[in-house]
């Protein structure tokens, strides 16, 4: 990559003279204001797990690391060595890289290890078996050196094999799709289905070892000469390891009407392999997750339990899952009897909500099904097989993202089909209609009248489903025989708690990535920092029980939060408009990422992994003529009219995938390139214009705040990570810049024509006051941090400054800098952090001062909010829990953001 032109001297040096005016305006403490100290290219970087632990039965993990600028360059190698010194086989790539050509972020990819990793330069280990990807004419061979998976390259069969030595283990891995055409709103009883197969389209090999690799398979779902539902598919695979990861992707592109009982209705969705059987049927095991670590351990063919007993070690064996001894060693009366001991060759295990669970059986189609036992939440795991080999399978997040199932068919024959749904056949199909019938708002006009009583900005045709998505992650097991107890549970937690290796906070604040300087680790120091830690710690406990407590669970909901209380109902608003879920509204995945990066706590991680793959997925759109936008917070992810660049915005996105590698998150991000080409498409602007404006391409009314800070988090990335398009992106991030800082008002301006195809704002000829609470929290702070650290822009710099002196000031400072004030505003508290920013970027004690009453003394949560919650039982609730009726999550992400940033810069500055 080409650097770009930096006055390196001139700006260090003035730098360092702000510095130096700051630390004596604010005590020569002040070490919270100072960078860390950055890393030497020797420096180590000590990984650890985020749960107790290593990879368990997990097949490997991949985590992302941060580097400061200049520290590594583009070709450096990384080594890894275990707590006594031992090389630890890695596999490393780069993910960004700073505009110098100097490494930013690098993947590392690990398939063994426990406890503590150490990270440093040099040759790495190689793996004792080493994974290897060959093209063999319609298939793609990879061994993990334990097991080779052959993946189809045409057709129906995604995963034609995999097999452990010469035992083939499974086989016929494919996708299935249930439709249902219509839906009936009373009784069902002519309800039909039609089956449809994926088919693949595509399949690329992303990674080929010797550590990792990655396949990816691309289709849709096919019956006849129909086609819908797209899928990307794509297989892990870690050396010497004996099970693969699949992370599974459908974009739902089917019509569903409000009004209409036909349509695309999904009546299940689900990955299916057949796994082969040899052993006798009493020597065939079934085991389902049930609760925790918990099992059904059952055998196809029982022995246990019977008139007659075939001798203690033959039901020990068969409970344990051992092969057991031979038929004529046992007691003959059972022995000459087993032809009337019945074979049980189908279970299920159905989750239709997020509290209840139910296992049952049969011997065969066409016969009677018997209970089996039940429970509240199932772990979503499985296992099929004997003592000649067995096949485990699990879904993530099973109950989380109720309905889910996971079905044996045929344990009794010599092949049984293992099914984990998605969305279960025994679920109601799948209604993702839009909730009312308009109520009239047929007139721009009426929609804003609508909005100004539900805070729902509808529009007819808006509310659609068409091109939202939703990524699930399953694991399988090719095991050698029936596992042990203690290894079933091991990869039971593999499935609910995938291992997850992280950086520790020093190496990520130190590095300088997500806005430099805006966030450091918790100190608790004095008692005013102790108790916004307290406040932090609250707000995030709150939610995580809210979670629970409300069920915020399903297939298309987990990982959301709602948007705003109803102190009347004692229960968050789910029914009422725009105050319903809150599709990142105000940036709470931006919160939540930061909390992470500054305390490295699992359960904030987990919380934010979940957030991030929601939002992502379901409040975007991936096909059809909104792709590349988001929809805005509302009583379903889609059903708002305000489909815009903030809710699609790629800040949020960029965290996960940063600290993952996370191929699916990048592949969002790299779709929001060109998403500048939707303000053709939709203006966001349209119902409250006065002046007359038509979309053209040369000049497309783009605003500074929300709109851009989602188009210049999409070119900031590709740019970093030399995407594709990273060259293009790169003009685009420094042509929009420029165009910023040349406004008459610059962001104050608060809006500019753009043209597409140069990428540049045109000048205004003529200075415009136009300033929303809006514009800079969505992430537009968190993304000037690092265009100012990353551009040697001062006319920017300046921009940008000046609108963070500005909007939390007085009416009549504003009119003395602009010539007119920014009219009614609100969000003080949330805009404290742009005061911070700018008080130690500029050295001026005045916004210091500023901050932190903006912070204390505005708007938002007080000092002397209750910071507590009250207990709520029946009849006052549905269930019993707890309320803090003071709190909102537009409030809840300003504050936590306000204060994790506020801290970060003036912590040694606190009133």
């Not at 004596?24 to 632990?53: F, H, K, N, S």
């Not at 070892?209 to 086609?227: E, L």
């Not at 074979?343 to 909500?353: K, N, R, V």
Request: with cysteine.
């Amino acid at each position: 990559m080409s650097p770009i032109p930096r006055r390196s001297l001139l700006k260090a040096a003035a730098v360092a003279g702000a510095a130096a005016q700051f630390s004596w305006a604010l005590g020569a403490g002040d070490a919270q204001a100072a960078p860390p100290a950055a890393p030497t290219d020797a420096d180590p970087v000590i990984l650890d797990w985020l749960e107790d632990g290593g990879l368990g039965a997990a097949p490997g993990s991949t985590v992302g690391v941060p580097w400061p600028k200049g520290a590594h360059p583009a070709d450096r190698s990384f080594a890894l060595t275990d707590a006594d010194g031992r090389g630890v086989p890695v596999q490393s790539w780069p993910l960004a890289y700073w505009p110098d050509g100097s490494l930013k972020w690098t993947a590392h990819a690990v398939g063994s290890g426990t406890g503590e990793l150490t990270l440093t330069t040099g040759t790495p280990a190689a793996p004792d078996h080493r994974v290897t990807v060959t093209r063999k004419g319609g298939t793609i061979d990879v061994s993990t050196g334990v097991v080779t998976v052959r993946v189809g390259t045409s057709g129906t069969t995604l995963v034609k094999s995999v097999t452990r030595g010469s035992t083939e283990i499974a086989r016929d891995g494919r996708l299935v799709l249930l439709r249902q055409p219509e839906i009936e709103d009373g009784d069902q009883g002519g309800v039909r289905t039609e089956r449809f197969d994926g088919t693949v389209e595509d399949v690329t090999v992303e990674q080929d070892g010797p550590v990792r690799a990655v396949v990816r398979i691309d289709g849709k779902h096919r019956r006849g000469s129909r086609s819908w539902l797209p899928f990307s598919i794509r297989l892990y695979f870690y050396a010497g390891a004996d099970s693969f990861r699949m992370v599974h992707t459908v974009t739902f592109d089917g019509p569903q009407e409000p009004g209409r009982a036909s349509g695309d209705f999904v009546r299940g969705l689900g990955v299916r392999f057949t796994v082969p059987l040899r052993d006798a049927p009493y020597d065939r095991h079934i085991r389902i997750g049930g609760e925790g670590t918990g099992l059904l351990r059952e055998a196809v063919q029982g022995v246990t339990g019977l008139r007659r007993d075939p001798g203690a070690a033959v039901q020990a064996a068969q409970y344990a899952g051992e092969k057991l001894p031979d038929p004529s060693t046992w007691d003959q009366r059972v022995t000459t009897r087993l032809q009337y001991v019945p074979q049980w060759g189908d279970y299920t295990l159905s989750q239709l909500s997020a509290d209840g669970f139910t296992v049952r059986k049969r011997t065969n189609k066409g016969h009677g099904w018997i209970g089996a036992g039940g429970g509240r939440r199932a772990s979503g795991f499985g296992y099929v097989g004997g003592p000649g080999g067995g096949f485990s399978f699990g879904l993530r997040d099973f109950w989380e993202k109720f309905p889910a199932q996971l079905d044996i068919r045929g344990a009794q024959t010599d092949g049984a089909d293992v099914t984990l749904w998605l969305w279960p056949p025994e679920a109601q199909p799948m209604d993702l209609r839009f909730y009312h019938d308009g109520m009239g708002q047929d007139t721009y006009a009426e929609q804003l009248e609508g909005l100004n009583i539900t805070y729902e900005d509808h529009e007819p045709g808006f509310g659609t489903p068409y091109g939202i998505a939703r990524t699930s992650e399953l694991l399988f097991w090719a095991n050698a025989s029936t596992p042990t107890p203690q290894e079933l549970a091991a990869q039971v937690q593999a499935v609910r708690v995938p291992p997850q290796l992280a950086a520790p906070p020093r190496q990520l604040i130190a590095a300088r990535v997500f806005g430099p300087g805006l966030y450091a680790e918790p100190d608790r120091s004095t008692p005013a920092k102790a108790r916004i830690e307290d406040h932090l710690d609250f707000l995030f406990t709150y939610y995580k029980d809210q979670v629970e407590q409300r069920r915020w669970y399903g297939f298309w909901d987990y990982g959301d939060i709602m948007h705003t209380y109803d102190t009347v109902r004692h229960q968050w608003r789910y029914d009422v408009g725009g105050y319903a879920w809150d599709n990142s509204e105000l940036s709470p995945d931006l919160w939540l990422w930061y909390a992470y990066l500054r305390s490295g706590r699992a359960d904030i991680f987990r919380f934010a992994e979940a957030m991030t793959r929601h939002t992502g997925e379901v409040d975007v759109y991936h096909l059809g003529r909104w792709a590349g936008l988001g929809t805005r917070h509302g009583v379903q992810h889609y059903a708002d009219s305000a489909k815009q660049q903030r809710i699609a915005n790629t800040t949020y996105r960029r965290f996960y995938y940063f600290l993952t590698a996370d191929e699916r998150v990048g592949d969002l991000m790299h779709a929001n390139v060109d998403s500048d080409e939707t303000f053709l498409v939709l203006d966001p602007q349209r119902k409250v214009r006065t002046d007359p404006y038509t979309p053209d391409r040369h000049a497309l009314s783009i605003g500074f705040g929300t709109d851009w800070s989602g188009l210049v988090s999409a070119w900031l990335t590709e740019w970093e990570r030399k995407g594709p398009k990273w060259e293009k992106a790169r003009a685009r991030v420094l042509s929009t810049m420029e165009g910023i800082a040349a406004q008459p008002n610059g962001f104050v301006q608060g809006s500019g024509l753009y043209d597409l195809d140069t990428g540049r704002f045109a000048v205004a000829a003529t200075p415009v006051v136009s300033v929303s609470h809006l514009s800079a929290v969505f992430g537009l702070n968190e993304l000037c941090a690092e265009l100012i650290d990353l551009v040697d822009m001062p006319a920017f710099e300046e921009a940008y400054y000046d609108y963070c002196r500005y909007f939390n000031a007085t009416k009549a400072e504003q009119t003395a800098r602009y010539g007119a004030d920014f009219g009614t505003l609100l969000l003080f508290q949330g805009h404290s952090r742009l005061d911070a920013f700018a008080a130690v970027r500029t050295g001026d004690d005045q916004l210091a001062r500023r901050a932190w009453e903006k912070f204390y003394r505005s708007d938002g949560y007080p000092e002397s909010a209750p910071w507590r919650t009250e207990r709520v039982t029946g009849p006052t609730a549905l269930v019993a829990g707890s309320e803090a009726s003071w709190v909102s999550t537009n409030d809840t992400a300003l504050y936590g953001l306000a204060a994790i940033e506020n801290l970060a810069l003036l912590g040694d500055r606190m009133p």
